[in-house]
């Protein structure tokens, strides 16, 4: 059973993670584990930085993994990116037309950009 190696750097406010080997059925527990730990500190990171330069598989559950994984950064306030996306994942992000649910902008991104939409009658 393959397991991710899931590297994890809490630098200056953002937490990098960087996941190697498959994101499964087996494996993405693993990785919405480890994010979670650092999203309920106080503060939270400002932003979350997977990279996926090691992937070499993702099934339906590890794309169902990333959509938690942004439903708990959003909810922390928190961006998330997805870097050095490999075939295999952006071929899934495409075919589901996830990317931009998944890397736009954080909670309090939005809240912002209403109360300004609403300041200029926008």
Excluded at 15 to 43: K, N, Q
Excluded at 54 to 72: A, F, K, Q, Y
Aim: proline content about 7%; overall charge negative.
């Amino acid at each position: 059973m393959p397991t991710p190696f899931i590297d994890i750097d809490s630098q200056a406010g953002a937490l990098v993670v960087r996941i190697t080997g498959e994101l499964d059925y087996d494996t993405s527990p693993d990785l919405l584990d480890a994010i979670a730990t650092h999203l309920v500190r106080r503060p939270p990171p400002s932003e979350v930085r997977l990279d996926f330069a090691g992937l070499t598989w993702i099934d339906s559950t590890g794309l169902s993994t990333l959509l938690m994984v942004h439903r708990n950064t959003t909810a922390a306030g928190t961006a998330l990116h997805l870097d050095n996306r490999p075939d295999v994942l952006e071929r899934v992000l495409n075919l589901t037309q996830t990317l931009e649910h998944l890397t736009g902008p954080a909670a309090q991104d939005l809240d912002a950009e209403a109360v300004s939409d609403a300041a200029t009658g926008g």
